[in-house]
């Protein structure tokens, strides 16, 4: 039991005070799911916006509380997707990984460099890595998200974690 | 480190986690905000009261209107008696009769006051009328209505209330009839004086009471509006 549980209700009788502290209970989980694929802190915003109007929208088909963090993040994916599908994110064959100064630092159990390394995989690799590593999707379902072929889903899988590896390596993990 | 661990590393650190969006944020969100739920606040009384009412008319046209065959003897004692006595009341409704009108009681095919064995009646009966050709739809209505009424003269189906098919059909046959005993009953030489009752069954009286109530609470929720706006 959530202390925003108790907001729901009224937020649904259109009282503003209730909707605002669903937003702000809410809206940071859903930023930091957008943030993972949007590098541009406007778009992963916006990606947010879309997620939490919708949730408005549809709390009344909500039943369970519990249940709504797991839909919020189902659909701040499904809204980040569509933006990525709409600017037809480019799933390049890239040969050679640009060098974008990444500089994992020595802490590296440490969540911020992990998201710093996070940030600056190039696009389609960041999508795939999280679709499959962070939200657990198959890769048959990414597939069908990004309208491409397993087989590229696959292949940017692969070709993220070589990336992420080979600015891991340099560091003693663990 | 192997892909699992790699993907383990990153789930464990980024998939859940907070963000604090910027506070312009908010004001973005607040202008898509569902404006629906606060309108039907509003609305939702006189939608209420304006479709109670509307079933309590189709409701009290339904259950009215079933035919006269379906309760012959008590049919012949309204049209004979004058006023109607108290032994046409319905066995189901323990409600005063709720309206009384001027409507001649002259005509045997008037849809008049029924009761609730008449209801079941007609409930029953509906069932092997349902799919009845719908050839004849294009006779005109009078005509039919003729037709229907010879067969239901007729000694075989004297038992069995006559359905019609459609619910318009029998809305404006109900309403020909009306206008028909209307005429009729000016052109005769009638009694006096004539009553009759309409007993209204006790479901539709009481949506009308239940609309009445309605109807009492619109106004005041009306009145009330303004401080629970500016609330």
Redesign the interface.
Same mark, same amino acid.
Request: glycine share 8%; net charge positive; aromatic share 8%.
């Given at each position: 039991m959530e202390a925003w549980y108790a907001h729901i209700h009224n937020a649904l009788n259109g009282r503003l005070d209730a909707q605002r502290a669903l937003y702000e209970a809410l809206a940071p989980r859903v930023l930091h799911t957008c943030k993972r694929y949007f590098v541009d802190e406007a778009d992963a915003e916006d990606a947010m916006i879309r997620t939490m109007t919708q949730m408005f929208h549809q709390l009344a088909t909500v039943r369970e509380p519990k249940a709504l963090p797991a839909w919020l993040r189902r659909t701040a994916v499904n809204e980040c997707l569509m933006e990525l599908r709409r600017r037809k994110a480019e799933w390049v064959e890239l040969t050679d990984f640009p060098e974008t100064g990444a500089s994992a630092t020595d802490a590296l159990h440490d969540r911020e460099a992990l998201w710093a390394l996070l940030r600056q995989l190039p696009e389609g690799y960041r999508t795939v890595f999280n679709l499959y590593a962070l939200e657990g999707y198959s890769h048959a379902e990414i597939a069908e998200q990004l309208g491409i072929s397993e087989a590229t889903s696959k292949s940017q899988l692969s070709r993220a974690r070589q990336w992420l590896q080979r600015r891991l390596v340099n560091f003693s993990l663990q | 480190?192997s #892909?699992k661990d $790699?993907?383990k $590393?990153? &789930?464990d *650190? $980024?998939?859940?986690?907070? !963000?604090?969006? &910027?506070p312009e !944020?908010?004001a &973005?969100? *607040?202008q898509?905000? #569902?404006q629906a739920? &606060?309108k039907r606040?509003i609305l939702w009384w006189p939608y209420a009261a304006a479709a109670s009412v509307a079933l309590a008319a189709v409701g009290t046209w339904w259950m009215t209107d079933s035919r006269p065959e379906a309760a012959p003897s008590q049919q012949q004692a309204a049209s004979s008696k004058q006023p109607v006595t108290s032994n046409k009341q319905p066995a189901a409704s323990n409600q005063p009769p709720a309206t009384s009108n001027e409507q001649p009681a002259t005509s045997n095919q008037l849809p008049l006051a029924t009761s609730s064995q008449g209801i079941a009646a007609f409930d029953l009966a509906f069932l092997p009328h349902m799919e009845a050709e719908l050839g004849d739809e294009r006779v005109p209505l009078l005509e039919r209505r003729k037709a229907q009424a010879a067969v239901a003269a007729a000694p075989e189906y004297a038992l069995a209330p006559e359905v019609p098919r459609r619910r318009y059909a029998q809305l404006a046959a109900s309403v020909q009839n009306v206008w028909a005993a209307v005429s009729e009953f000016r052109e005769a030489e009638v009694p006096a004086e004539v009553t009759v009752e309409v007993h209204v069954p006790a479901v539709v009286l009481q949506r009308i009471n239940q609309t009445r109530t309605l109807a009492e609470n619109l106004t005041e929720s009306w009145s009330t509006l303004p401080s629970r706006r500016s609330h």
């Open positions: - | 480190m #892909p $790699l993907d $590393l990153f &789930r *650190a $980024l998939s859940e986690g907070q !963000a604090a969006p &910027r !944020a908010w &973005r969100v *607040a898509g905000l #569902p739920q &606060r606040r």
